[in-house]
């Protein structure tokens, strides 16, 4: 069966950096945009970014661009999703998943498989 799962969480102080990773089974990776979700408590779960089967595009939500960069190896499975300078407002658990789909969707329903999500906590 297909498996998404997230590594690299953790605590971080404001202005610092954390890079997250995902890796895929059971699935043809190149065959799948990837994006990004996260969400915090109480809230619903929003889109972080997303990048192309072939790597070539990418696409960021507002709140993170210029500060967060994806980037995938199809030879590894894996996505990565690069966070830097980040704010106490980016504390979320954060989520791959994996859509079939030969353009980059930003809805969360428009998504075939997940990961169980790793926790995120930024200390202002």
């Known amino acids: 069966q297909v498996q998404l799962v997230e590594s690299g969480g953790g605590l971080v102080q404001a202005g610092g950096s954390l890079r997250l990773s995902c890796v895929g089974s059971?699935?043809?990776?190149?065959?799948?945009?990837m994006g990004w979700f996260r969400q915090a408590p109480g809230k619903e779960r929003e889109f972080v970014g997303g990048?192309?089967?072939?790597?070539?595009?990418?696409y960021f939500a507002d709140s993170v661009k210029g500060r967060f960069t994806i980037s995938r190896d199809n030879a590894k499975n894996t996505v990565y999703l690069q966070m830097n300078s980040l704010k106490s407002e980016d504390t979320s658990v954060y989520y791959c998943?994996?859509?079939?789909?030969?353009?980059?969707?930003?809805?969360?329903?428009?998504?075939?498989?997940w990961g169980q999500g790793t926790q995120v906590t930024v200390s202002s």
């Open positions: 998943a994996a859509d079939q789909s030969a353009w980059l969707n930003t809805r969360a329903d428009e998504y075939d498989f």
């Open positions: 990048i192309s089967r072939s790597g070539v595009s990418r």
């Open positions: 059971g699935l043809t990776f190149s065959s799948y945009c």
